[in-house]
């Protein structure tokens, strides 16, 4: 037996465990910040340390997410399969990363700066709070807009030290532009929400007003990017550019959805988002190099 063939596919479970993938959402917008920040492009040290951090941020997040959840997943038709209540993965091993990734935020986060390294444990209290929110308040599709939020503000802050207006309105459009596809993705759930008492929005207030706010939370999203663009001198036509191509990804994300038919949930969830975020940040990055 080859103990390497082995390890492969228990790195993919872990991965898959942790949807990995899905960092493509805020890395894009975390290093547009940076960028933001530095005036061009920060120094290679800057870069690597903030993806070390944003890496173990997220999947120490998402690995408490998994430990949380673990009971409903195994009661839940979409999600009984997942590695944790499937039985691909133990829950000390699940625990084991979690920490471990915790552990890595915060030796990255001392890497980058103090004012990093202090703020580090207040973040991971905040994201590993979302994971028990559901089971208080309807809000948690808020809090993870509020997470997600934080990955432009925490790379500002990794570059220059300090706070300034410029992040705080990009992790606005971030916390706004999650919030809203993540109501989309909790249409899957509905029934389930409602039959073992969790909290969300869609199961209090159905499909066709969720759809509607929704696409009010994506054009604060639109707008607070605009915002970006006035207060920022590093950003120029390009932009807005982007912004027109963004606004057609969320008309189209929209579109795809309607309260008789939910079938396009996956596409409009991860792929639609994610060509949003490589689009914002590959044409930022362009505007503030050649500007």
Not at 14 to 40: C, N, Q, R, W, Y
Request: charge should be negative.
């Amino acid at each position: 037996m080859n103990p390497q063939a082995d390890k492969q596919p228990q790195i993919r479970t872990f991965l898959e465990m942790v949807k990995f993938s899905h960092t493509i959402f805020a890395l894009p917008f975390a290093l547009m910040a940076a960028m933001l920040a530095a005036d061009g492009l920060p120094s290679l040290w800057k870069i690597f340390w903030i993806i070390i951090a944003m890496a173990g941020a997220r999947t120490g997040a998402m690995g408490a997410n998994r430990l949380f959840d673990a009971r409903f997943d195994a009661l839940n038709p979409r999600t009984k399969d997942r590695a944790l209540p499937a039985g691909l993965i133990e829950t000390r091993q699940a625990l084991a990363l979690t920490v471990a990734s915790y552990l890595i935020f915060i030796f990255a986060a001392a890497m980058l700066n103090s004012f990093c390294f202090l703020l580090a444990p207040y973040i991971i209290i905040i994201l590993t709070a979302y994971s028990a929110a559901k089971r208080y308040t309807s809000y948690t599709h808020y809090i993870l807009g509020f997470c997600l939020g934080l990955a432009p503000i925490g790379a500002w802050i990794a570059v220059t030290g300090s706070l300034a207006l410029t992040p705080l309105i990009l992790g606005f459009a971030v916390g706004c532009w999650v919030s809203g596809f993540d109501l989309l993705y909790s249409l899957q759930d509905i029934e389930f929400d409602k039959s073992e008492g969790l909290y969300s929005i869609p199961a209090e207030i159905g499909v066709e007003k969720t759809l509607d706010l929704a696409r009010k939370l994506h054009l604060w999203m639109l707008g607070a990017l605009f915002l970006v663009y006035l207060f920022s001198a590093s950003l120029g036509w390009l932009f807005l550019l982007a912004l027109i191509v963004v606004a057609v990804l969320l008309h189209y994300e929209h579109e795809l959805l309607s309260p008789t038919d939910l079938s396009q949930i996956d596409t409009a969830f991860f792929t639609v988002n994610g060509y949003i975020s490589i689009t914002i940040f590959v044409i930022a990055a362009l505007d503030i190099l050649a500007g």
